[in-house]
């Protein structure tokens, strides 16, 4: 089992609609959580945190269940300009001096006219 | 304000041959990482480095070394190249802080081995 799964997708929507991805992480040491947002043939660029109390950046909206060990990224009125890899990510404090990050193998996201 | 920067971006190796991968960054950041993208396997770590003079192995070290002899750069050297480490190569930074710091991804090395 991987330590962070996501849904491969891909997610086609169309413009303006609402899009949500899930992540589930294995691992209950991780402490820290991320979204990244990866662009074809591009590098990972951080998209959000992900905060305990959940947050929301714009039409970005995040969210945390640690009894559950999952994560949500919400996205709202979609644009075509969203289409990408999303990346989900933990960190755990206690394993490579707190920088091991465990990358999940990313959700596509294509948003039609 | 260049961030990340590796070099090259592309190269085509043949099988034991050897090379360096190159990464800098302007940020005065503290933590620095190699990373491999495979499909279907996400981002694995490589190797990474805690400060100038350090480094430590991630979880796929094996066929590569590194070093960090000064803080802007960290060095990716394979040494006999193989057919399974064709990938894509990307370093990051982060500076020292909070463990919610993000890290910075340079554009990537995209490296085959014939």
């Known amino acids: 089992r991987k330590e962070v799964e996501q849904d491969p997708g891909p997610f086609n929507v169309p413009e303006g609609a609402t899009v949500a991805f899930n992540c589930t992480y294995s691992?209950?040491?991780?402490?820290?959580f991320f979204w990244y947002r990866q662009d074809c043939r591009k590098e990972p660029k951080l998209l959000m945190s992900?905060?305990?109390s959940g947050n929301e950046d714009g039409r970005f909206t995040a969210q945390l269940n640690r009894a559950s060990q999952y994560i949500s990224l919400l996205i709202r009125d979609s644009k075509l300009s969203d289409s990408a890899t999303y990346l989900c990510?933990?960190?755990?404090?206690?394993?490579?001096?707190?920088?091991?990050?465990?990358f999940g193998t990313g959700t596509q996201l294509k948003v039609e006219l | 304000n260049a961030g990340v920067t590796q070099t090259p971006k592309f190269r085509v190796l043949k099988t034991g041959q050897s090379m360096t991968l190159l990464c800098a960054q302007d940020m005065n950041h503290e933590y620095m990482y190699w990373y491999r993208q495979d499909p279907g396997m996400g981002l694995r770590l490589i190797h990474y480095s805690v400060g100038e003079g350090t480094t430590a192995k991630g979880e796929v070290p094996d066929g590569y070394n590194v070093s960090r002899l000064k803080k802007q750069n960290f060095l990716l050297g394979l040494e006999s190249a193989a057919p399974s480490q064709t990938s894509v190569y990307f370093c990051?930074?982060?500076?020292?802080?909070?463990?919610?710091?993000?890290?910075?991804f340079g554009d990537g090395t995209r490296l085959s081995i014939l």
């Open positions: 691992n209950s040491a991780s402490q820290s």
């Open positions: 990510v933990a960190r755990d404090p206690l394993t490579g001096g707190g920088n091991k990050l465990t």
């Open positions: 992900v905060y305990s």
């Open positions: 990051a930074s982060r500076p020292q802080g909070g463990s919610n710091q993000p890290q910075h």
